[in-house]
Structure formats: structure tokens, C-alpha cells
T-cell receptor, first 114, second 111 residues
């Protein structure tokens, strides 16, 4: 079945630094990928839609200059958290349509900003 | 009203019980209805999906969708401790549209 690979699975960084998270579709092409964020004991909240060949679209309240998204190819989207702060600590998950109706998810990246 | 409403639980049942998990939604344009299972610190894992109204069975799991009442259900028969996880309902429109998640129901199956 379709597989989405996300890297790294966890990262700890200092406040003020930037962190890049990669999301790859392994056996299918994805012109669209979705980035979600999940705080402890909360549901997944859509942050942005990554579009290959065009700008990402962000949900209301998500700072596009802080969360930079680059859909570099049909199999790779990256999310860069710039100038990270402790309140950005969360679980970030990407997903991609696998050619049929379900969306397939990466295993998530746990970000801790100290 | 939120797009997807789901009781967060927690729900605790004995091993072997039948579990019923439910969601309601407000957007009548939703056409696909997914159930995901999420273990702690992991990404969601697709359990089942249905298109439009009806039932779908896969082993111990049965998904039901009633579009007329905008009600989604997941039944787990003969529940096992390994079923302990958070279950997320997630409907969506057609095309490359994102999922809209419910809060998720935390299920514990006690041996």
C-alpha cells in the first residue's frame, strides 16, 4: 500500500533556531500534501496544504512566514519551523492522498523546543 | 457547530466487549468517511473507509455511515487489549481535499 515517510521522527532544538521536517511519498506521486499539528490529547489540526509547483495555502491563524513549506518535487514536501519557540513544541504530521480516497500519514515528528 | 463532533472519552471496556464509536458531522458535502487509529506518539493509521452511506465490514471492524442523519459509527467486535488506542473519525470531500478530524475517542480494552 501507499507509504508516506516522515523524517526526523523526533527533534530537540534551542529556541530561536530553525528545524526542517521532510515528508516523502515512497511509492506514489503526490501533487498535494497536507501538514497537521497535534498538541497533547488534542486532535489533528490542519496547518497548511502543500502544492507541488505553487505556493502552499495556510489555514487561518497559521503564520506562513514562520512555517515555511516547500513542495520540491512530486514526492517531497518540507516544513521548516523558523525561529522556533517553546510554544511551537508539538507533534507535526504530514499526509498525502495515495491515488484513492484515503489519506496516508507519516509517522509524525515530535518537536521539542527548549 | 464544529464540522466533526466526537466524544473524546476515555472509554474503558473489558476484553471481548463490543465497542461502539460514533461521530456526527455538519457538512453534507462530505463523501468519504475514514476511521483512523492512533497509538501514542505515532501517526494515524487508516482502519477503514466508506464512500457515501452504508456499511463496510473488515474482520472485527464494521463502519457505518448514515448520510441522512450525518452520523458515522465504528463497531469493534471481540475487542482486544491491542485495540487500545485513540480512534479518529475523519470525513472529507472528493478530490485532493484534507481530512477534517474529530477529537478522537481514547479507548482502553482491559484484559
Amino acid at each position: 500500500g501507499a507509504v508516506v515517510s516522515q523524517h526526523p521522527s523526533w527533534v530537540i532544538c534551542k529556541s530561536g533556531t530553525s528545524v526542517k521536517i521532510e515528508c516523502r511519498s515512497l511509492d506514489f506521486q503526490a501533487t498535494t500534501m497536507f501538514w497537521y499539528r497535534q498538541f497533547p490529547k488534542q486532535s489533528l489540526m490542519l496547518m497548511a496544504t502543500s502544492n507541488e509547483g505553487s505556493k502552499a495555502t495556510y489555514e487561518q491563524g497559521v503564520e506562513k512566514d514562520k512555517f515555511l513549506i516547500n513542495h520540491a518535487s512530486l514526492t517531497l514536501s518540507t516544513l521548516t519551523v523558523t525561529s522556533a519557540h517553546p510554544e511551537d513544541s508539538s507533534f507535526y504530521i504530514c499526509s498525502a492522498p495515495g491515488g484513492d480516497s484515503p489519506l496516508h500519514f507519516g509517522n509524525g515528528t515530535r518537536l521539542t523546543v527548549t | 457547530q464544529k464540522e466533526v463532533e466526537q466524544d473524546p472519552g476515555p472509554l474503558s471496556v473489558p476484553e471481548g466487549a463490543i465497542v461502539s464509536l460514533n461521530c456526527t458531522y455538519s457538512n453534507s458535502a462530505f463523501q468519504y468517511f475514514m476511521w483512523y487509529r492512533q497509538y501514542s506518539r505515532k501517526g494515524p493509521e487508516l482502519l477503514m473507509y466508506t464512500y457515501s452511506s452504508g456499511n463496510k465490514e473488515d474482520g472485527r471492524f464494521t463502519a457505518q455511515v448514515d448520510k441522512s442523519s450525518k452520523y458515522i459509527s465504528l463497531f469493534i467486535r471481540d475487542s482486544q487489549p491491542s485495540d487500545s488506542a485513540t480512534y479518529l473519525c475523519a470525513p472529507r470531500n472528493s478530490g485532493n481535499t484534507p481530512l477534517v478530524f474529530g477529537k478522537g475517542t481514547r479507548l482502553s480494552v482491559i484484559a
